[in-house]
């Protein structure tokens, strides 16, 4: 198999890691909304409703910055990332 | 000037924001000492305009890659603010609050599909379609793909919801210009336009990136500072995001106490078009699982096919640096949606509470008619109460009020001075402004670019390329302008529907372009047509009286229109036959992000 092969099945690996966690945030919680919601979460809000107005949305922004840092090493380790002067 | 004006931009941003609060407070200081509040309005918002027109004027430019894609040289941070301005419309900033203070959890679906989204720009697409080196949306499409039949369609989808986007937007700055400067909305309207477009026309993307972060400092202050200050001066604690649960607790107890009674149908004939009472509990799950998750995926997936978006991250110095700036444009629109329940649990409270001396429930009628907030805002046609049972008392079901009213009208129920209404106003102004101009220039970069100059005349100059994107920037503006002063539909409910459009017609051929190599021109084609065709007759149908299917309705039907282009398009790709090689080395080289981008850097 190819650099390039190998880089876009570990670049693929790490999608899939990816959208697995942002399904749990975006979707997979809000399938047991009400069940969830007669718990107290954090600061005192009801867990669901604590989810809708910050705990997805922060989850979200963590997410993307821990992805994009993960594919900065994968294209490090096969050598494709870019040059500065490009 | 301009390597210098890059490595400048914190301290230029930094004197700004500082010159923007002295304002506010000259402004504070102007109302003690008496100005009115009329005046007080106009000055904010001509202010604000002048100094984004001012940005617009500076940023002039004569280079195609200046005009389409700012130079590729934003910074990520800056180039987050920039995305998170574009991104936040008129919508977010003056509709949304509203939204969940009337439908309360299954609107908050909106919150989470329009953070969640950004998950997929960042992963899916912003560092290929970056490394791609295109201008605009469809270049990619029609580069990827081959042959003008693809990047038109392309066009046409961009051009069917950007336009459905723009019109809310431009029906945003006309309330708010009417409002503010005390004009009639049919002219307001015009008045909003034209400063959207001083922004756009002289610089292009570069123009409007520069503004765009300007407008993001101004919108962000405006929505937190009232929501801080209100928190505060109820009681409710300092920090309100983390703060409120007591107050979540006590609208729910005061819901059980009044109760949702339902209003009879005659009875709500008197209320005037657009008001809505409280119906739904705040904080309970009050929708089905599938309803919210639908709603919150449509948004998501809609996120990832706006075209005004996805440029943003055009302009980037590179691959590596499009993929931080996606996750700080979700850092900055996080400060302002993680605000929004806040600010309508405390516009809730402060008028349903008893105990408050703000309270109106439980009030006689004569008492809240008497009340200045309340003549003013009635007056506004965002107000409105009716004794129903006739005891001569205000119960819940018995109050209506205008979404816009809960963002706009808050500040004065809570007794904050004059000028935090005005500081309201201009940053509607500037979350509005940045969004039309986002939205223009995408459909107007589409036409000139894509339509233009790579099907019609290739070989046009640079000036006549940008002298006719310029013309087109007028033209379509003023088309929105035209069918925004026609008042057809709400702020909400259009910008939604666009979310819906671009995702029928644009996800799959987007995601599968760089992510599946194997599809191909005829499938695209098939997806981006047949997609967009599905879906808008599913919201004729659904508006037409019909009855649906799967719990998708006129909000989500881009669910039905995705589903539609995805099966077209993996159909029709593997009937037909497989890109040719040239095709897939090219996929290939837009996975890695170094070498050179596909497209050249002036094409």
């Not at chain 2, 005891?391 to 963002?407: D, P, R, S």
Request: charged share 10%; hydrophobic share 50%; aromatic share 14%.
């Amino acid at each position: 198999m190819s650099n390039q092969q190998k880089h876009w099945e570990k670049t693929r690996g790490l999608l899939f890691i990816t959208l697995a966690i942002w399904f749990v945030f975006s979707i997979g919680i809000f399938l047991f909304g009400a069940e969830m919601n007669e718990v107290t979460g954090p600061f005192g809000y009801p867990w669901t409703y604590w989810f809708t107005c910050q705990g997805s949305l922060g989850a979200f922004v963590i997410l993307i910055f821990w992805f994009a840092n993960r594919q900065e090493k994968i294209d490090e380790e096969f050598g494709f990332s870019e040059r500065e002067d490009e | 000037m301009k390597g210098n004006f890059i490595d400048n931009l914190p301290k230029v941003y930094g004197i700004y924001t500082g010159g923007f609060i002295g304002f506010i407070i000259i402004m504070a200081i102007a109302e003690q000492m008496g100005m009115t509040a009329k005046a007080i309005g106009i000055a904010f918002v001509a202010f604000t305009v002048f100094i984004y027109a001012l940005i617009g004027w500076l940023s002039r430019t004569a280079q195609a890659d200046a005009y389409y894609v700012a130079g590729r040289q934003v910074p990520t941070v800056f180039n987050g603010m920039a995305t998170a301005a574009d991104w936040m419309s008129g919508a977010s900033f003056v509709a949304m609050a509203g939204g969940i203070y009337f439908k309360g959890y299954g609107y908050m679906a909106l919150l989470v599909g329009w953070t969640g989204g950004y998950v997929l720009v960042a992963s899916l697409l912003a560092p290929y379609l970056r490394k791609f080196g295109c201008y605009t949306v469809p270049d990619f499409i029609g580069t990827r793909y081959g042959g003008n039949l693809a990047r038109f369609s392309a066009v046409v989808v961009l051009t069917v919801a950007s336009f459905t986007y723009v019109t809310a937007q431009i029906n945003a700055t006309g309330t708010i210009a009417s409002v503010a400067l005390d004009i009639p909305f049919q002219y307001a309207v015009y008045v909003g336009l034209i400063s959207i477009l001083l922004c756009s026309m002289l610089g292009g993307m570069r123009g409007v990136t520069w503004t765009q972060v300007a407008q993001y400092i101004v919108l962000i202050i405006a929505y937190l500072l009232p929501v801080f200050w209100i928190s505060n001066k109820m009681g409710a604690g300092f920090f309100p995001h983390f703060m409120l649960a007591d107050e979540v607790a006590r609208i729910g107890e005061l819901e059980q106490q009044f109760g949702f009674v339902k209003n009879a149908a005659a009875d709500l004939k008197s209320v005037p078009k657009g008001l809505a009472g409280i119906t739904k509990a705040h904080s309970a799950v009050n929708a089905t699982p599938w309803a919210f998750i639908s709603l919150a995926l449509a948004m998501m997936m809609g996120t990832a096919s706006l075209p005004h978006v996805m440029m943003r991250y055009f302009t980037t110095p590179s691959v590596k640096a499009a993929r931080k700036s996606v996750g700080w444009s979700l850092f900055f629109i996080f400060l302002l949606y993680s605000s929004a329940p806040m600010l309508a649990t405390l516009s809730k409270l402060s008028l349903i509470d008893p105990n408050l001396p703000t309270g109106i429930i439980g009030k006689t009628f004569a008492e809240v008619e008497a009340i200045d907030w309340y003549q003013n805002w009635n007056q506004a046609n965002l107000m409105f109460i009716s004794d129903f049972n006739g005891n001569g008392t205000l119960e819940l079901n018995e109050f209506f009020m205008g979404g816009k009213a809960v963002v706009l009208a808050t500040p004065e129920i809570a007794g904050l001075p004059y000028v935090i209404s005005g500081l309201v106003a201009a940053g509607g102004m500037a979350a509005a402004m940045s969004t039309a101009d986002g939205l223009i220039l995408a459909i107007a970069n589409a036409i000139s670019h894509d339509v233009y100059y790579k099907i019609i005349d290739p070989k046009a100059e640079t000036a006549k390329r940008l002298l006719v994107a310029r013309v087109l920037l007028v033209v379509i503006g003023f088309a929105g302008a035209t069918i925004a002063a026609m008042e057809i539909q709400g702020i909400l409910g259009s910008v939604i529907w666009a979310f819906d459009f671009a995702m029928s017609g644009l996800f799959f051929p987007l995601v599968l372009g760089v992510w599946w190599k194997r599809a191909n021109r005829q499938g695209a084609i098939a997806g981006m047509l047949g997609g967009l065709a599905a879906g808008a007759w599913y919201l004729v149908w659904v508006r037409t009286g019909g009855s649906g299917f799967l719990g998708i309705t006129q909000l989500t039907f881009g669910i039905f229109g995705s589903a539609v282009s995805l099966v077209l398009m993996v159909v029709v790709s593997l009937m037909t036959a497989e890109p040719d090689k040239a095709t897939q080395k090219m996929v290939d080289d837009v996975r890695v992000p170094s070498g050179k981008s596909i497209l050249g850097r002036s094409h």
